[in-house]
């Protein structure tokens, strides 16, 4: 009986096709990714044993350093377009109250990205008109909270309108060497605004050993 000879293929593997899509994969991270700017303060919070995560979602966030500077931030949990309309109108409210002379570009520009307001109002025109790659040289001076000119009411109270009928968590992030005036003025905002329950966001700790959290996370592991 003949033998019969198997026809032998070649096991190499033509890899053009893989390394074009790696290429589109890179691509497309590439022109799509949003990095998120610099943050402006640099802020050492206070320690302490908490068991609650803070989504940082939907959030006013408040924030002062260690010398006293307080900034306002508006943060989204997605960039729908009634959440963009209504950072439009937060921004576009206050521009008309405080004649800060904003233009619609601007205004636009601050729903679409999460931009920190850390200057006074006379100066928040200023730091808009300066290109996003140059804001870093910008120099915040705060948001001034003393007792005769308390701006940061400004800010929560047209937050508030601006989100009325959605929920908004207050988010208060404060130096732990930051002296008490900066977080009365704070908190003296918040009264102002009515609202009185808000979060303070601090850097968690070990849990010490005994305690009913240690017990319960040991479990959890």
Do not use: C, H
Not at 9 to 31: E, Q
Not at 38 to 62: E, G
Not at 158 to 186: E, H, Q, R
């Amino acid at each position: 009986m003949p033998s019969v000879k198997i026809p032998r293929k070649s096991t190499a593997t033509d890899m053009t096709p893989f390394v074009d899509v790696a290429f589109l994969i890179l691509a497309f991270f590439m022109l799509a990714t949003k990095f998120k700017p610099p943050s402006p303060i640099q802020i050492t919070t206070p320690k302490s044993v908490s068991s609650d995560k803070l989504k940082q979602q939907d959030a006013v966030v408040i924030e002062f350093d260690s010398t006293g500077r307080v900034f306002f931030t508006l943060q989204t949990e997605k960039m729908q377009e009634d959440d963009l309309n209504r950072k439009r109108q937060l921004l576009a409210n206050v521009s008309k109250d405080r004649n800060l002379g904003l233009s619609g570009a601007q205004i636009d520009e601050f729903a679409k990205m999460p931009i920190t307001i850390g200057s006074p109002f006379n100066e928040v025109k200023s730091f808009f008109d300066v290109p996003i790659d140059r804001r870093g040289t910008f120099a915040l001076k705060g948001i001034p909270v003393d007792s005769a000119d308390n701006q940061l009411t400004t800010w929560i109270t047209n937050a508030k309108i601006a989100f009325a009928g959605k929920k908004l968590n207050y988010m208060i992030k404060g130096d732990n060497n930051a002296k008490y005036p900066s977080f009365k003025g704070v908190i003296e905002a918040m009264r102002r605004s009515d609202e009185y329950k808000y979060q303070l966001i601090t850097d968690p700790e070990g849990v010490p050993p005994g305690t009913a959290e240690y017990t319960r996370r040991q479990i959890e592991n």
